[in-house]
């Protein structure tokens, strides 16, 4: 049984980082959360379906969306602490201590209501009390990897998010304990700070791979192993370190004017103006950016050249909440032997897995503050990626239990 912990708003405020990306698979880079946080889940319901009629990028902007709500709800409630969250492609999960939990239960709300007046999605949501999870023998830990100075992810362990967001799912969608059910109308979502203006990331070696693994062991120890096993064949089949393989590079990133992404913009962030009055703002404020970034000049506070450097590191290819998710650009050979890697160890009983494949990734981005350079940038696999590749997985996962 999990032990009990004592209450802390600051906990993930002061945690200490770790900047090696492997650590995820090391118990002693994560902590107990206390125990009166909140797991919060937010998901797009028939994402699935979404993604077949080619609204994958709506699907990824609306998760990306779920995290600016809640970040900028935090902020105006308690601008001391920091938010521990992970992205999830159709969605996020969020951690958070009680005092937060009405502020940013009322943001997702009102991202709710944006979802489904502005793209006819219907956004599920839901919060589970992390003392409800350990007194059923399940545990919720976090770490926080550290990409650059200001700008860290949260990692999270323990069994609980994975258990959080089988309970949410499994209520009514009249809501029930742990579902909060949405409303017709709501508070506007300050979603500042959200923006979508880089052209997809194509493939330099042929293929974009998303893969979802999770160790089966009951055992921490033993979890180790094979996450740790997993890690290392994946790096000795690219012949390098995960970085190697990063969607996000200067060969890769591309802006273009007028952003494909703009519009999407200016529905989710007009806030109470008009979309075209807001669509007009931000067209005159990308040509400004194009212009900057076309002949790597600095201007207020966007400086071309930096950004860029600051974008790849503060990319999040790499993630891990209970399960190791992983965008990797390499080669057709190189997938199908991470693929082998993954089928063989599903076969020894070590792991369920699900891969996907596209040849081009896609990013959301979430500015904070440009002078201090705090941005970061979700990464998800195109065509579906991570919901996609979350179809197989979900089919072993049901399979193994």
């Not at 409800?132 to 830990?141: M, Y």
């Not at 890690?231 to 004017?257: K, N, Y």
């Not at 050249?305 to 990319?315: F, G, K, V």
Request: charged residues 25%.
């Amino acid at each position: 049984m999990p032990r009990s912990v004592p209450s802390d708003d600051r906990f993930y405020t002061d945690l200490p980082p770790f900047e090696e990306f492997d650590r995820v698979a090391d118990p002693e880079a994560f902590v107990p959360v206390p125990d009166d946080w909140y797991v919060v889940l937010a998901d797009i319901r028939g994402s699935t379906q979404a993604i077949a009629e080619g609204r994958y990028k709506d699907v990824n902007m609306l998760g990306a969306a779920c995290i600016t709500a809640a970040c900028n709800a935090a902020s105006e409630a308690a601008p001391e602490l920091d938010i521990a969250y992970i992205f999830g492609g159709d969605g996020a999960s969020l951690f958070i201590p009680a005092s937060l939990l009405v502020p940013i239960r009322t943001a997702l709300l009102g991202a709710a209501v944006l979802a489904r007046r502005e793209f006819g999605f219907e956004l599920r949501i839901g919060a589970v009390a992390v003392r409800d999870l350990r007194d059923d023998g399940f545990d919720v830990t976090l770490g926080k990897l550290r990409l650059s100075p200001g700008n860290e992810l949260a990692t999270a362990g323990g069994g609980g998010v994975l258990e959080a967001e089988r309970r949410i799912k499994a209520e009514p969608e009249t809501g029930g304990r742990y579902r909060i059910a949405t409303l017709e109308s709501a508070e506007e979502p300050d979603m500042t700070g959200l923006s979508c203006r880089w052209e997809p990331l194509k493939a330099r070696l042929g293929v974009m791979l998303c893969m979802i693994v999770l160790a089966l062991p009951e055992e921490t120890s033993a979890r180790r192993v094979v996450y740790d096993g997993v890690l290392q064949g994946v790096e000795r089949i690219l012949g390098g370190d995960l970085t190697a393989a990063s969607p996000v590079t200067a060969d890769t990133m591309r802006f273009r004017w007028i952003p494909n992404g703009l519009r999407m913009e200016a529905r989710l962030t007009r806030g109470v103006r008009s979309t075209w009055r807001r669509y007009l703002w931000l067209v005159v404020e990308s040509f400004i950016q194009f212009l900057l970034e076309k002949f790597d000049r600095a201007a207020g506070g966007y400086d071309a050249p930096s950004y860029r450097r600051e974008l790849r590191a503060n990319s999040d290819y790499r993630r891990f909440d209970d399960v190791l998710r992983l965008t990797l650009d390499c080669t057709e050979a190189q997938a199908d032997a991470i693929e082998g890697l993954l089928r063989e160890l599903h076969g020894l009983g070590k792991v369920v897995y699900g891969t996907h494949r596209a040849d081009h990734a896609l990013m959301t981005c979430l500015v904070f503050n440009l002078d201090q350079g705090e941005h970061v940038h979700f990464v998800d696999g195109g065509n579906g990626g991570f919901a996609a590749a979350s179809l197989p997985f979900k089919e072993q996962l049901r399979s193994a239990r």
